[in-house]
């Protein structure tokens, strides 16, 4: 296929979510350096409970992790700057919101009690404490002339009491509340800092007709942006919905992507090619549009987890040459090197100059690919349907101590070979994610990704373990026992 046209003039965002595995701030810092050089224009910065907030929002800060500092935070502007990149903070005001409402003393803001992301729209109090939010995260950005509001993915909304309660008057529906809370939120933000340019997600949008968005109170207050993060997204649609927002008056418009973090909740190795091929579908989309539809725009986004309580899904260092191949996608029309010789090696040839690049964390990359293919082999997947286990170490087996010494001793062997083939690998990992991440983000990965493969053959060894102390004579089992 020739290659498409570049993405037209606009900003190229990476979007940074640090809900999960915040880097340190010294390698944070060299990521930046990074993004720039791979023809980066600015970074979209969520900081979700990592952001140092004050007085009675000193709560929302992280307790697993320390969350950066003032002068970190400030750290990370200069440095963009330095490098040419704008600074756009990221702050959830509606969905999205688990980080906040997870803590006891805030549960009655949300909208409905088993639901921890949606906040209640009808209580004051959650607005004054999202525009607390908001006065915090912006005044700790001095030089940012722009400020994302979220507001995507607002689960449940009007299923709670009192939004029911609003909804029994006739001719209301959860379109008008969802509008309601994001148009007060935004004219605050609009009454607060008369310059900052608002973005917000468009996914709670798409259903509303032409005469519901005209009305909506966000026309000329807000710059949309549209995210659609699949590799066969599809094109015909998407700008078919652009052309209904700008149609509508919210012309100024955004695209978001994805170079890691969307093709399951718990993927550990990002797949290359698959977001190119998203990168490729979005430079459809820009060569379709029709002239006056202009595209600010586009923010690749990296989640670093699903939703705030999710399992910690790529990380950065595993996914910068899905990032590289992505931004060198947008610049050229086409990925002038392979992606798939990419996807495991790190260093690949640069946007711009055609030299190789090292990836900061090119290390950390290379351990996980290792150990992922370890913990993703038949041998140790399958290791309880194997023919052994099946056939002599089966529950009944296993409760009853009727097992077959030599076949126990067996699966025992097999069992301890696997297991210290995986513990020598997940050391050589913690080794070096924690030179990049905190020690507590290392602990968590390896309990999310590591521990729950290896459980069962962790269970095996305990088991043939007792029943070899049950079958064979004191003596023999005790050396067996003690392999």
């Keep these: 296929m020739d290659a498409l046209p570049a993405w037209p003039k606009g900003k190229k965002l990476v979007h940074l979510d640090l809900k999960g595995a915040p880097p340190r701030i010294d390698y944070l810092h060299k990521l930046i350096g990074l993004f720039s050089g791979l023809g980066a224009d600015g970074i979209l910065v969520e900081y979700e409970d990592m952001f140092p907030y004050e007085g009675e929002l000193k709560v929302l800060q992280s307790t697993q992790h320390s969350p950066y500092s003032r002068e970190e935070v400030l750290s990370i502007q200069e440095v963009a700057k330095s490098q040419g990149l704008e ?15 997870k803590h006891k003393s805030l549960w009655g803001l949300r909208e409905v009690g088993h639901c921890l992301g949606t906040l209640n729209p009808h209580r004051e109090e959650g607005v004054r404490l999202v525009e607390e939010m908001l006065r915090q995260v912006v ?38 509340l969802f509008l309601s809370h994001v148009t007060r939120v935004a004219k605050g933000v609009r009454e607060a800092w008369p310059n900052l340019n608002m973005i917000m997600w468009d996914d709670m949008l798409r259903g509303m007709d032409h005469d519901t968005l005209k009305g909506s109170g966000l026309v000329g207050l807000v710059q949309l942006m549209l995210w659609d993060y699949n590799p066969t997204l ?68 990296g989640w670093q987890r699903y939703d705030h309580l999710s399992v910690l899904c790529e990380l950065l260092p595993l996914a910068l040459p899905s990032l590289a191949s992505s ?42 690919v290792e150990l992922t293919a370890i913990l993703q082999s038949e041998e140790l997947r399958h290791f309880e349907d194997n023919m052994f286990v099946r056939g002599w170490f089966t529950p009944y087996h296993r409760q009853r101590k009727i097992v077959s010494p030599l ?16 513990e020598q690998r997940v050391a050589m990992v913690k080794k070096e994610m924690v030179r990049l991440y905190p020690a507590s983000t290392a602990q968590e990965w390896v309990e999310q990704h590591v521990s729950p493969v290896v459980a069962p053959l962790q269970r095996v060894l305990e088991d043939t373990r007792a029943s070899l102390l049950e079958m064979v004579p004191q003596n023999v089992s005790a050396s067996m026992v003690g392999q």
């Design 87 to 101: 600074v756009i903070p990221l702050v959830q005001t509606f969905g999205h919101m688990e980080f906040v409402l």
């Design 234 to 301: 599809d094109v015909k649609n998407t700008v078919y919905l652009l052309e209904r927002y700008s149609g509508a008056g919210l012309s100024e418009l955004w695209a978001a992507s994805a170079f890691k973090g969307s093709t399951n909740v718990h993927t550990c190795v990002t797949s290359t090619q698959r977001h190119v091929d998203n990168h490729l579908q979005w430079l459809q989309v820009a060569a379709a549009l029709p002239e006056g539809i202009h595209m600010l725009g586009i923010a690749l986004t």
């Design 327 to 368: 931004l060198q996608t947008l610049t050229h029309g086409d990925c002038v090197f392979h992606p798939k010789s990419v996807c495991l090696s790190v260093p690949c040839p640069s946007s711009t100059t055609g030299d190789s690049v090292l990836f900061p964390g090119r290390r950390l990359a290379e351990l996980v």
């Design 139 to 176: 005044e700790l950005h001095p030089g940012s002339t722009s400020l994302h509001i979220g507001a995507d993915e607002v689960y449940l909304l009007g299923e709670g009491e009192e939004s029911r309660s609003w909804l029994s008057t006739p001719g209301r529906t959860v379109q008008q």
């Design 407 to 422: 076949i126990a001793q067996q699966l025992q062997s097999q069992a301890m070979t696997l297991l210290a083939l995986v």
